[in-house]
């Protein structure tokens, strides 16, 4: 193949890991290996292959064809040495922490984090005696000196999920190098196509697939991919503890990757105008798009986010929780759902959706409201988007 740099993403997003072996019986798409376990002919090759010296497959709980053809798609698209993958995306963020953090280590992170991932540092590490710091997100002279205080994982995810408030990678990245951090990043919102972590600074970036990585709403999944040390690491946490990617599931996300580039640029666009609009609708007291040149972090985002903004916006409308009641069940092109990133529009409350596993206090506390409105913009005809949503919106009126 040609050297990466050489290559473009919606060219790799359709062939890189499909090159690297032959496929069964010269298939021009990558198999489904459903098999659990690789049978060899001689105890010699398959010792070999046990130990890694020799190319192949012992059981799917550790590799498996059609797995390693996802990890290897995203390892190029993000630059990467190594892709290591898991049953979601939790289970990605989940052994990644388990991985590098032990009892007397810390980790500093910021408040805006996924509700599941704040669920981790709130409620699962703390009685492990891992010491957890929660900075505010744009607060970076908190967040530096916390880190100067002994860290052993910086974790950031930017954009935030659901706020969509952006960190600045490069600068906390060269503030946790400087202590010996590990800084993982976790870049479902932005995709491989808008923001490359590892390029900033960051030596482990994860992805729920589960979200635009796969695009259809109909596979499971998670990966993290960086150093190939650290990712070893991972991947040896990961094959003994069993959260192992299904190799349907990863043909799916396979399948769905192919048109990444397509999608992510269709739904920059399209969300782009959403927030204009949004920000100009009489109805609306919030609108939360790093595209926008009032975002707080618009000019770190025009630095770091090289190819657009993303699909995922959020809005508060006035009147809160009783008025998203009644404006939401109106949208005609919406799926009020736990979902994102999908070629559908899905849009629903934090408390329903990335933030039902936190009380009301704690939502508070981060700064989410219960009227917030998460709005994932498909990849439908941007005017129709909005057309619903002003029709929608009148109800409320």
């Given at each position: 193949?040609?050297?990466?740099?050489?290559?473009?993403k919606?060219?790799l997003?359709?062939?890189?890991?499909?090159?690297?072996?032959?496929?069964?019986?010269?298939s021009?798409?990558?198999?489904?290996?459903?098999?659990?376990s690789?049978?060899?002919?001689?105890?010699?090759?398959w010792?070999?292959?046990a130990?890694?010296?020799?190319?192949?497959?012992?059981?799917?709980?550790?590799?498996?064809?059609?797995?390693?053809?996802?990890?290897?798609?995203?390892?190029?698209?993000?630059?990467?040495q190594?892709?290591?993958?898991f049953?979601?995306?939790?289970?990605?963020?989940?052994?990644?922490?388990?991985?590098?953090l032990?009892?007397?280590?810390?980790?500093?992170?910021?408040?805006?984090?996924?509700?599941?991932?704040?669920?981790?540092?709130?409620?699962?590490?703390?009685?492990?005696?891992?010491?957890?710091?929660?900075?505010?997100?744009?607060?970076?002279?908190?967040?530096?000196?916390?880190?100067?205080?002994?860290?052993?994982v910086?974790y950031?995810?930017?954009?935030?999920?659901?706020?969509?408030?952006?960190?600045?990678?490069?600068r906390?990245?060269?503030?946790?190098?400087?202590?010996?951090?590990?800084?993982?990043?976790?870049?479902?919102?932005?995709?491989?196509?808008?923001?490359?972590?590892?390029?900033?600074?960051a030596?482990?970036v994860l992805?729920?697939?589960?979200?635009?990585?796969?695009?259809?709403?109909d596979?499971?999944?998670?990966v993290?991919?960086?150093?190939?040390?650290?990712?070893?690491?991972?991947?040896?946490?990961?094959?003994?503890?069993g959260?192992?990617?299904?190799?349907?599931?990863?043909?799916?996300?396979?399948?769905?990757?192919?048109?990444?580039?397509?999608?992510?640029?269709?739904?920059?666009?399209?969300?782009?105008?959403?927030?204009?609009?949004?920000?100009?609708?009489?109805?609306?007291?919030?609108?939360?798009?790093?595209?926008?040149?009032?975002?707080?972090?618009?000019?770190?985002?025009?630095?770091?986010?090289n190819?657009?903004?993303?699909?995922?916006?959020?809005?508060?409308?006035?009147?809160?929780?009783?008025?998203?009641?009644?404006?939401?069940?109106?949208?005609?092109?919406?799926?009020?759902?736990?979902?994102?990133?999908?070629?559908?529009?899905?849009?629903?409350?934090?408390?329903?959706?990335?933030?039902?596993?936190?009380?009301?206090?704690?939502?508070s506390?981060?700064?989410?409201?219960?009227?917030?409105?998460?709005?994932?913009?498909?990849?439908?005809?941007?005017?129709d988007?909005?057309?619903?949503?002003?029709?929608?919106?009148?109800?409320i009126?």
């Amino acid at each position: 193949m040609l050297e990466k740099k050489q290559i473009g993403k919606s060219t790799l997003s359709i062939w890189a890991g499909e090159q690297e072996y032959e496929l069964y019986e010269r298939s021009t798409q990558v198999p489904v290996v459903h098999s659990v376990s690789f049978a060899y002919k001689d105890i010699d090759t398959w010792h070999k292959v046990a130990l890694g010296e020799t190319d192949g497959h012992i059981y799917s709980r550790n590799t498996n064809p059609t797995v390693r053809a996802f990890e290897d798609k995203v390892k190029e698209l993000e630059g990467a040495q190594s892709a290591t993958s898991f049953a979601s995306g939790m289970a990605a963020i989940s052994n990644t922490l388990a991985t590098f953090l032990m009892p007397g280590d810390r980790i500093v992170s910021i408040k805006d984090s996924y509700g599941g991932t704040n669920v981790i540092f709130n409620e699962f590490l703390p009685p492990l005696n891992i010491d957890v710091c929660l900075c505010e997100t744009g607060d970076y002279e908190q967040i530096e000196s916390e880190i100067n205080k002994g860290c052993t994982v910086l974790y950031l995810e930017t954009p935030t999920n659901p706020t969509i408030k952006i960190t600045d990678i490069k600068r906390l990245s060269s503030v946790a190098k400087k202590v010996g951090a590990i800084v993982v990043v976790d870049n479902t919102f932005a995709t491989p196509i808008n923001q490359n972590p590892l390029e900033l600074g960051a030596d482990i970036v994860l992805h729920s697939a589960s979200k635009y990585l796969g695009g259809h709403a109909d596979a499971l999944g998670g990966v993290i991919c960086g150093n190939e040390e650290l990712v070893k690491k991972v991947y040896h946490y990961r094959e003994i503890n069993g959260a192992a990617l299904a190799p349907m599931d990863a043909y799916s996300l396979l399948r769905g990757m192919k048109t990444l580039k397509l999608r992510v640029e269709h739904q920059n666009e399209s969300a782009m105008i959403i927030a204009r609009y949004l920000q100009n609708h009489p109805l609306i007291e919030q609108v939360n798009y790093p595209g926008l040149e009032s975002h707080p972090g618009h000019e770190i985002a025009k630095k770091q986010m090289n190819s657009g903004y993303g699909g995922m916006l959020s809005f508060a409308a006035k009147g809160g929780l009783e008025a998203i009641k009644i404006f939401l069940p109106r949208l005609k092109y919406a799926h009020m759902a736990a979902n994102l990133g999908c070629v559908e529009t899905v849009v629903g409350p934090p408390l329903t959706t990335s933030h039902v596993e936190c009380s009301a206090e704690e939502r508070s506390a981060a700064g989410i409201p219960d009227g917030l409105v998460r709005y994932s913009t498909g990849i439908e005809d941007v005017e129709d988007l909005i057309a619903d949503l002003e029709q929608a919106l009148a109800a409320i009126s």
